[in-house]
């Protein structure tokens, strides 16, 4: 049976406290691919710039300030590394399972790399969009 799995990236705005990874992050951004991803994927998990893949019901994580926004080729590199293990180790790289990428080229770019010789399908719905106009996506989809 085939399963769709979204990944939804992280966003800079967090609460000042710790928490489950998806109460987290405070934007109305994550909040729409959040309610998307909880509306029309089987599952979802965060792509967290600090800790690679996250379950949303996971244990509390501090609040911290990393990003892959504007970060050299070599830690984008190093992260989606990290993340194609994570995946691999959770069962989500067979080809049974379509990810759902939620998530700007900084996500994904390098990421793409480490998993093209797994049998994963991967979809990007918002591929090529500005941010008012992935905002709008989601806003059209909810």
Known sequence: MSREIG???CV????NQPAPPKALYTS????KMRAYA???HDEWWILSAKHG???PDGP???PYDETLSGAPV???REWAEQVAEQLAEQGLLSEDVTLVIHAGQDYYGELLG???DSDVTVEIPTEGLAIGETQAWYNDWL
């Open 7 to 9: 990944l939804v990236s």
């Open 12 to 15: 800079k705005t967090k609460q």
């Open 28 to 31: 109305s951004y994550f909040e």
């Open 38 to 40: 909880e509306q029309y």
């Open 53 to 55: 893949l996250l379950a």
């Open 60 to 62: 509390p994580i501090e």
């Open 74 to 76: 070599a830690r984008k």
């Open 114 to 116: 480490y998993i093209e």
